[in-house]
């Protein structure tokens, strides 16, 4: 019987904390609370790389509400890309783009390794933007493009960084397609 006590006297006091202050008992604990526990830290992490991701795209200097909607514009756009028929290799290419997750120099700490194009220690800004290959990607996009879709304003680009990587249409009196 005292065995009993004790036993239910450390189980009404075992628990967790949840990442937002909650105390999970072991008396409540849930499937659904337990899974909350174990991908709280890991959302969290892909929340922060989500909004670096939509920071770099926009610029250091965007507001947040900008920010924030770039973030809500990625995470929409991913949801429509996994639904797209196509393999699953080339989606994942802008799944790990977005969360920082390519094999590149930078993020691999090698700093000796170069670009083909001459770069140090390129990251993945450099690949997938401001490389010369990535450009002529970009330029290739953007001639492809009917002026009608395009807003083409002089002294500015038609299509920046923000379109290609937060998968925004760029400016134009047309919508390029209604899905």
Known sequence: AA???VEAMLVARLGWQTHDGRVVSVAHLSVRAATS??????RAERRDRLHMFAQ??????????TVTAGVSSVAAAQRKLWKVRWDNAFKATYWRLVLDGL???????QQEAACMCGAACPGRVHHFW???VAAAVVDSVLTALPAAWCTRVAGRPPLTMQHVWLMQRPAGPKKLHSG
């Open 37 to 42: 526990l174990q991908l709280g830290p890991l």
């Open 56 to 65: 770099a795209a926009l610029g250091t200097a965007a507001a947040q509400a």
């Open 103 to 109: 094999p590149t120099a930078q993020r691999m700490h």
């Open 130 to 132: 401001d490389c010369p």
């Open 3 to 5: 065995e009993q006590q």
